[in-house]
């Protein structure tokens, strides 16, 4: 997927599409979050500056770093939406519901959910934050 780079125009256009056809059945006010789903390995999915990033070979890390922010785009590890289930199922539905998650993520200009936490920037550098600091 990061060396294809096929996500970008393809998020692109499903944003796109979502919009027209929220806007086609007078559901322009519903609020869409589009999300970029991942399976593999999360060290792939990592920045470049993290340790345990596996994905700095051709530069793919920042590459994929690079689009995630020219093009608003948020991604989801499949790790971590197993992760997050097993949280609404185990602990508390409503908070870790996934329209719960996403309002928080997606609106506080954050750029990734791995399982070891959300992905955004502190100034110029990307870094994992726990994703309870984000639904409390």
């Known amino acids: 997927m990061m060396q294809e780079g096929r996500y970008v125009s393809q998020m692109i256009s499903y944003k796109e599409e979502i919009l027209k056809n929220l806007q086609e059945v007078d559901l322009s ?3 869409s979050y589009p999300v970029l ?17 596996t994905s700095k070979i051709g530069n793919q890390s920042d ?3 690079k689009n995630l922010v020219e093009h ?8 971590a939406l197993w992760a997050l289930s097993l949280k609404k199922l ?3 539905k409503e908070k870790y519901s996934i329209e719960n998650v996403l309002s928080k993520m997606i609106d506080k200009k954050n750029y990734g959910l791995v399982s070891a936490g959300v ?4 100034g110029s550098d990307f870094i ?5 600091s984000y639904l409390n």
Request: aromatic share 12%.
């Open 29 to 31: 006010n519903i609020k």
């Open 37 to 53: 789903l991942i399976d593999g390995r999360e060290n792939d999915l990592l920045f470049s500056n993290h340790i345990n990033c």
């Open 63 to 65: 590459i994929f770093y």
């Open 72 to 79: 608003d785009l948020f991604f989801i590890s499949a790790t």
């Open 90 to 92: 185990l602990i508390d």
């Open 119 to 122: 992905i955004t920037k502190n």
């Open 128 to 132: 994992v934050e726990p994703l309870d």
